[in-house]
């Protein structure tokens, strides 16, 4: 169905080129339509953050990213072509054979900018996991293996910015580029979606959850570490297993604590090269004793409750295992749809900080709920055995990616 949408634009809009349209024309909405998807991708977040932070409990906030999108590319294809029509109101014409041959291609070249802004735009609103597309297997995604669209009209648009974002712009104040932050931009909000469980937000409040600064991440011991099953834990050839402490704050956790390890990645960088694109890891699972990590699927639901918490706890530390090639080292890591934080320096594993385990509680019977939340006046929602499928503004981001991300720091 997608694909047959996809054709339907592309032919649509060359078919109205070839008969209303002209080649000046096309060639001017192209420009516009690039200029303007070039706006919407830099600083959708900005505007979307602004919004979430205001109003964390409205209906809107989970599209927030989706209308910014749309918005920012309306406001400025709307500007621009305006600015055209009033600087050529004479008509162009450039022949009959070209006009007849050169209508239509740019036309269609057209549908295909357009047709991908759209799936772009409906990847990040909170959609089922198979809307716009199926991109991840439904019940055991795997972040390496992602379906794509006819012509694959959506990354093509998203690559263009990474490209553009490192490229044109890298003499800006040194900035890191959107393929940096945001590598395989169409996976991570898929992956951020993909679950189904109706109580799992798509984007975190700011300040919900943070890194330590110092003991945040560390190299995990090559021996010794099991899965639940009693299995040997260890890392491919070629690949080390990094420890990242993410902690949760106890206010925020009824919004925040129910999560997808398909929502938590690791923005790596090459140890050795100066390069703008990064690669993105997701967790093997988190650590629910000292030497013990229990894994998941990508899809299933983690329940962190107010009863995880003691009575003097105001954060709660989670320690999560990423297996990472050794010529990459973690820069940032990102939570669900708008949270992105840096990664402290890797702390040696002689020297690493003993682990904070991490166990999720057995379904309760209904209608009871622990003492936390009644003291709260929440109700407790159990865990689901699901079988589906704040720093200040970093000066190096260049202007269409400094509104993409937190302020950091990646180039250590």
């Keep these: 169905m997608t694909a047959l949408a996809v054709l339907l634009i592309v032919l649509g809009c060359g078919a109205y080129q070839y008969l209303k349209g002209s080649i000046f024309q096309a060639v001017t909405t192209i420009i516009a339509t690039i200029l303007a998807s070039a706006v919407a991708f830099g ?7 602004y919004f979430i932070s205001k109003g964390s409990d409205s209906k809107v906030v989970p599209y927030a ?3 910014c999108f749309v918005l920012l590319f309306v406001i400025a294809f709307a500007v621009l072509q305006t600015a055209v029509m009033q600087l050529a109101k004479q008509k162009v014409d450039f022949g009959v054979l070209p006009e007849r041959v050169g209508r239509p291609i ?3 070249f057209m549908g295909l900018l357009v047709s991908g802004l759209l799936l772009t735009a409906l990847a990040m609103a909170p959609l089922p996991n198979n809307y716009p597309y199926q991109r991840f297997d439904a019940r055991n995604p ?3 293996s992602p379906s794509k669209v006819f012509l694959n009209v959506d990354g093509f648009v998203a690559g263009w910015f990474s490209m553009l974002s ?3 712009l890298s003499a800006i104040r040194n900035p890191q580029g959107f393929g940096t932050v945001h590598a395989d931009f169409l996976d991570q909000v898929y992956l951020n979606r993909h679950n189904d469980s109706d109580d799992i937000s798509l984007v975190v409040k700011p300040g919900s959850v943070r890194i330590p600064s110092e003991n945040g991440a560390w190299q995990a011991p090559r021996g010794g570490i099991k899965d ?3 299995q040997a834990v260890t890392p491919q050839t070629g690949h080390e297993i990094i420890v990242v402490r993410m ?3 106890r206010n925020a956790v009824s919004k925040t604590g129910k999560f997808t390890l398909g929502q938590l990645r690791l923005i790596c960088k090459p140890r050795d090269s100066s390069g703008q694109e990064g690669m993105n890891i997701y967790p093997i699972g988190y650590f629910s004793g000292a030497n013990e990590i229990t894994t998941k699927r990508l899809s ?6 107010r009863s995880h918490f003691s009575d003097v706890e105001t954060t709660k530390p989670l320690d999560f295992a990423f297996s990472i090639p050794n010529d990459y080292t973690p820069v940032a890591l990102a939570f669900k749809q708008n949270c992105i934080m840096q990664v402290p320096r890797i702390v040696p594993a002689d020297q690493a900080p003993p682990v904070s385990p991490f166990v999720e509680r057995s379904q309760a019977a209904p209608g009871t709920t622990t003492p936390d939340e009644d003291a709260a006046g929440e109700t407790f929602t159990p865990p689901s055995l699901n079988q589906g499928s704040d720093s200040p503004k970093d000066p190096k981001l260049s202007p269409p990616t400094r509104g993409l991300v937190p302020q950091l720091e990646l180039n250590e």
């Design 300 to 305: 299933e639901k983690i329940t962190l409750e």
């Design 106 to 108: 740019l036309g269609a």
């Design 166 to 168: 490192k490229g044109s």
């Design 65 to 67: 990213q989706s209308l």
């Design 228 to 230: 639940s099953a009693g």
């Design 43 to 49: 600083f959708f977040e900005m505007a979307a953050d």
């Design 247 to 249: 902690e949760m704050l």
């Design 142 to 144: 795997n972040s390496e």
